[in-house]
Nanobody
């Protein structure tokens, strides 16, 4: 059984940082493309960052230079380091493995003063 479990969300002030984690079981992140998406209230779910099985990364323009996606194969975990957070980053963040279309349950990030 495949599971993706996100954690690390919370309430922070603008300019602060958070690191989200996505722990995978039933699949190996080392051999898969992995994605982080987010969905703000009343909006569609958007792709935030992508890490390929070979380690290449891509980011949405809105987060370039502030967010970093990475993976730890030994821990079978994908991370999203989020720096210089803005109120518009407020959303539920989801981890996804497109191969098999597996999604996590999401973790809430709220950026507010």
């Amino acid at each position: 059984q495949v599971r993706l479990v996100e954690s690390g969300g919370g309430l922070v002030q603008p300019g602060e940082s958070l690191r989200l984690s996505c722990v995978a079981s039933g699949i190996s992140v080392q051999f898969r493309n992995m994605y982080w998406y987010r969905q703000a209230p009343g909006k569609e779910r958007d792709l935030v960052a992508h890490i390929a099985s070979g380690g290449q990364t891509n980011y949405a323009d809105s987060v370039k230079g502030r967010f970093t996606i990475s993976s730890d194969n030994a821990k079978n975990t994908v991370y999203l380091q989020m720096n210089s957070l803005k109120p518009e980053d407020t959303a539920v963040y989801y981890c996804r493995s497109p191969s098999g279309n597996y999604w996590g349950q999401g973790t809430q990030v709220t950026v507010s003063s």
